[in-house]
């Protein structure tokens, strides 16, 4: 690196003899600069390639998948889905879809997973429309962080570079039935002495959430673990309104079964009142009877350690509300609306963190086994539309296809369709309306 340096300093150098000294003193500096900076970039992508193929399981293929170009309007190929929103970059429906009713390769890793998340998206974060290498304009921060892209990863994360607080500013309050899910990644390097990400839910009357006091607080530790790879958790902290400590546990770092040099995780939190519990992946690690204080307001902070080689990288950021009444809706009501069935970009590739909510699905249908459903697919506006139409057909059919073969429902009682972007719950013109767009209807036969 330091031969290349000299080499291209040398040969830029040379065409600027004729220059005054002043000049070329101050040219040089420039130089001097922009090398290093381009050197430090391609470092920068080296450690992103690290982090290609976090997930077991994952298949080699999806390597090769083109991607198209994304954007507003109708360009591009399919909407972006699952916990994406708008994404720049997307797989069209044709090149990257399994067969009809094809779901993750870790769905049956899943099998113990009850997470079902909030029936309505409330807020949405997924970076796109920040620039890369800019802080988030819909957060704060008294910390240094920036937005990247990431090889073999869609979308934009966001990079935290050094230890302290960030928050989103769209999000003042955690309602009391809620989830809270974001994708977490860490580069290779990590150390495990690192703090590295606590989650904190803290009183909203802070008037200073960069600096908040710890009277009213939960608060929940994940790091990566140094032995084996995989992301853990070490502790959970409550502080009651006085201040004083009403629940502290520390236990051994747990090492989930993702593992390699670049651990990621899917953290999933789902507050219930009181309770709270926490999910890395298909695992819970956390489930608090009472650790919120009845009739308190809190807001969410991250606070990172963020040390030398231990960069934390956050995505898909996404807000939920509503408690799940899927017995209601579907048997009484006659029709029910989720948004927790995901799938991957442009695919009916059905997510593994979606087995929460297909189990309640088909337990609700197991015990009414004289109900009949028409399942039906719906799409944002992102693509084409005779695109959409044809991926949220396909998607409703992947739906059917896994209720029968993983829970055993009767095919003879689904039957299935696709409105594609046809019929909008809302608008489509933020990260969070298209969330809520993008959906699956169970509709009473």
Request: overall charge neutral; charged content about 25%; some cysteine.
């Amino acid at each position: 690196m330091k031969l290349l340096f000299m080499n291209l300093a040398s040969a830029v150098l040379i065409g600027l003899l004729g220059a005054p000294a002043s000049a070329q003193i101050n040219i040089q500096e420039k130089l001097e600069r922009k090398i290093k900076q381009r050197a430090e970039r391609k470092v920068d992508r080296t450690i992103d390639k690290g982090l290609d193929r976090t997930e077991e399981g994952i298949d080699e293929g999806a390597k090769d998948a083109t991607k198209g170009k994304k954007g507003g309007g109708k360009k591009g190929g399919a909407e972006e889905s699952g916990t994406q929103g708008g994404s720049q970059q997307g797989t069209t429906a044709g090149e990257t879809a399994p067969t009809p009713g094809g779901a993750s390769p870790k769905l049956k890793a899943y099998s113990k997973f009850d997470f079902v998340p909030g029936e309505q998206v409330v807020a949405m974060e997924d970076f796109m429309q920040d620039a890369v290498g800019d802080f988030p304009a819909r957060w704060n921060t008294n910390t240094s962080g920036e937005v990247v892209t990431i090889d073999g990863e869609e979308g934009h994360w966001l990079k935290l570079t050094a230890p302290g607080i960030l928050y989103p500013e769209f999000l003042n309050n955690i309602p009391e039935n809620s989830t809270i899910e974001f994708d977490l990644i860490t580069n290779p390097e990590f150390s495990f002495y690192c703090k590295f990400l606590q989650i904190r839910f803290v009183d909203a009357k802070n008037k200073n959430l960069l600096r908040p006091d710890d009277e009213n607080m939960v608060s929940i530790g994940i790091h990566p673990q140094s032995a084996g790879g995989g992301i853990g958790t070490s502790q959970a902290l409550v502080k009651d309104g006085a201040g004083g400590t009403v629940m502290v546990n520390d236990r051994e770092q747990r090492q989930l079964v993702h593992k390699g040099v670049a651990p990621k995780a899917h953290v999933a939190i789902w507050r219930q009142k009181n309770r709270i519990r926490v999910y890395l992946n298909e695992e819970k690690m956390w489930d608090l009877p009472r650790a919120f204080q009845a009739g308190a307001e809190y807001r969410l902070l991250l606070e990172t350690g963020a040390c030398e080689n231990s960069t934390p990288f956050i995505g898909n950021f996404r807000i939920a509300q509503g408690a799940p009444d899927t017995r209601n809706k579907l048997i009484t009501e006659g029709r029910l609306v989720t948004r927790g069935i995901l799938f991957d970009s442009g695919s009916d590739r059905i997510k593994a963190e979606s087995y929460g909510t297909l189990k309640e699905i088909a337990t609700v249908l197991s015990e009414n086994a004289g109900v009949r459903v028409r399942i039906i697919g719906h799409t944002d506006s992102d693509g084409e539309d005779a695109v959409n139409l044809e991926l949220s057909k396909r998607r409703a059919a992947a739906v059917k296809e896994v209720l029968r073969t993983e829970f055993a429902i009767d095919a003879a009682r689904l039957e299935t369709d696709g409105k594609g972007e046809s019929l909008p719950a809302g608008p489509n013109d933020t990260p969070q309306g298209k969330a809520n767009n993008r959906r699956v209807e169970f509709v009473k036969l």
